[in-house]
């Protein structure tokens, strides 16, 4: 049974720092590529980032290119979003997704961002 479960969210001020994880269980975590999006009130689902099986090739959104990374420890089976001059219009639930057979998704963590 696949699951994700993101933590790591909360309340920071704009300018500050967040470190979002994703624990995966239940496919070969190592070999799948995984990404994180992200969806605002009253907003479609937003892509945030990518990163490849071995971690050795990312993408990322333009809104988000240069303040966040995208990592990953296969031996943990944990991908984490590191979030640095968070602003308001970051504020979302964030949610970490694959595709291995079908896409899956976790519950979302919250981060808001206070101006």
């Known amino acids: 049974q696949v699951q994700l479960v993101e933590s790591g969210g909360g309340l920071v001020q704009s300018g500050g720092s967040l470190r979002l994880s994703c624990a995966a269980s239940g496919f070969p975590f190592s070999d799948i590529r995984m990404s994180w999006y992200r969806q605002a009130p009253d907003k479609a689902r937003e892509y945030v980032a990518t990163?490849?099986?071995?971690?050795?090739?990312?993408t990322y959104a333009d809104s988000v290119k240069g303040r966040f990374f995208i990592v990953r420890d296969n031996s943990k089976n944990t991908v984490y979003l590191q979030m640095n001059s968070l602003q308001p219009e970051d504020t979302a639930r964030y949610y970490c997704?694959?595709?291995?057979?079908?896409?899956?998704w976790g519950q979302g963590t919250q981060v808001t961002v206070s101006s």
């Open positions: 997704g694959t595709f291995w057979r079908r896409t899956y």
């Open positions: 990163i490849s099986d071995t971690g050795g090739s990312t």
